[in-house]
T-cell receptor, first 117, second 112 residues
Framework: DAGVTQSPTHLIKTRGQQVTLRCSPKSGHDTVSWYQQALGQGPQFIFQ???????QRGNFPDRFSGHQFPNYSSELNVNALLLGDSALYLCASSHRNRQGEANYGYTFGSGTRLTVV | EDKVVQSPLSLVVHEGDTVTLNCSYE??????LLWYKQEKKAPTFLFML????IEKKSGRLSSILDKKELFSILNITATQTGDSAVYLCAVREVQGAQKLVFGQGTRLTINP
C-alpha cells in the first residue's frame, strides 16, 4: 500500500524562477493539503484541494498556486521565487467521511526540500 | 489568529529519563489535538485527542488533553536514543478544510 509520494525530494532554484512540486496521495484518499515548513518551525498550511478545487487557503500570496488532477494527485506551483521560500514542502492526503468532513486518515509525505539561491 | 505554542523548544536528556512536552493553544474552532513525531522529513502520527482528561497511551508514550485550560502534554518514559526527534503538536479546526495549525515543535535529544 503506497503512502504519500512527493517529487522531487530536493530542488535548488534561483530567485525569480518558478517551481512545480508534485504529490501522489495515498491509495483511497481524495483530498490533498500542502504545508510549508521553514527551518526550525512547524508546518504552515498553504491550501487544500478536493474534487479538483481549492477548498481553503492559508496566509500565502498568489505566487503560490495549485492544481488537483482527476486521479487525485496534486501540484504546487510557486512563481517568482524568493529566498524566503526556501523550506520543506509537505503534502498530506486524507479522505472525507460520509458527512463530507475532511482529514480522515491524514498522512504526510516525506516532502520536497526547496532551496532558493 | 489561531496559535499553538510548544515548550520547551529544545530538550536534551539522558537515556532512561522521563520527559514531558507541553502544548498550549488558542484556536477558535477546535476539533481535536494531534501529536506527531518528525525524525527526518515526514511527520508520523502519534496521538489524536478530542476529549478532556482521557489519557491515550502507546507503549512508553502517553498524552492527555485539558480543554478547559487549553493545553496538552506528551510524556515519554524510559527514553531511548531512538526517541530523538522533533515533536509537533497540531490543532485541527472544525470548519472548512479542517486544516492543522502546528506549533513550532520541540526538538528532543536523547544522549546515551
Amino acid at each position: 500500500d503506497a503512502g504519500v509520494t512527493q517529487s522531487p525530494t530536493h530542488l535548488i532554484k534561483t530567485r525569480g524562477q518558478q517551481v512545480t512540486l508534485r504529490c501522489s496521495p495515498k491509495s483511497g484518499h481524495d483530498t490533498v493539503s500542502w504545508y510549508q515548513q521553514a527551518l526550525g518551525q512547524g508546518p504552515q498550511f498553504i491550501f487544500q484541494y478536493y474534487e479538483e478545487e481549492e477548498r481553503q487557503r492559508g496566509n500565502f500570496p498568489d505566487r503560490f498556486s495549485g492544481h488537483q488532477f482527476p486521479n487525485y494527485s496534486s501540484e504546487l506551483n510557486v512563481n517568482a521565487l524568493l529566498l524566503g521560500d526556501s523550506a520543506l514542502y509537505l503534502c498530506a492526503s486524507s479522505h472525507r467521511n460520509r458527512q463530507g468532513e475532511a482529514n480522515y486518515g491524514y498522512t504526510f509525505g516525506s516532502g520536497t526540500r526547496l532551496t532558493v539561491v | 489568529e489561531d496559535k499553538v505554542v510548544q515548550s520547551p523548544l529544545s530538550l536534551v536528556v539522558h537515556e532512561g529519563d522521563t520527559v514531558t512536552l507541553n502544548c498550549s493553544y488558542e484556536v477558535t474552532n477546535f476539533r481535536s489535538l494531534l501529536w506527531y513525531k518528525q525524525e527526518k522529513k515526514a511527520p508520523t502520527f502519534l496521538f489524536m485527542l478530542t476529549s478532556s482528561g482521557i489519557e491515550k497511551k502507546s507503549g512508553r508514550l502517553s498524552s492527555i488533553l485539558d480543554k478547559k485550560e487549553l493545553f496538552s502534554i506528551l510524556n515519554i518514559t524510559a527514553t531511548q536514543t531512538g526517541d530523538s526527534a522533533v515533536y509537533l503538536c497540531a490543532v485541527r479546526e472544525v470548519q472548512g478544510a479542517q486544516k492543522l495549525v502546528f506549533g513550532q515543535g520541540t526538538r528532543l535529544t536523547i544522549n546515551p
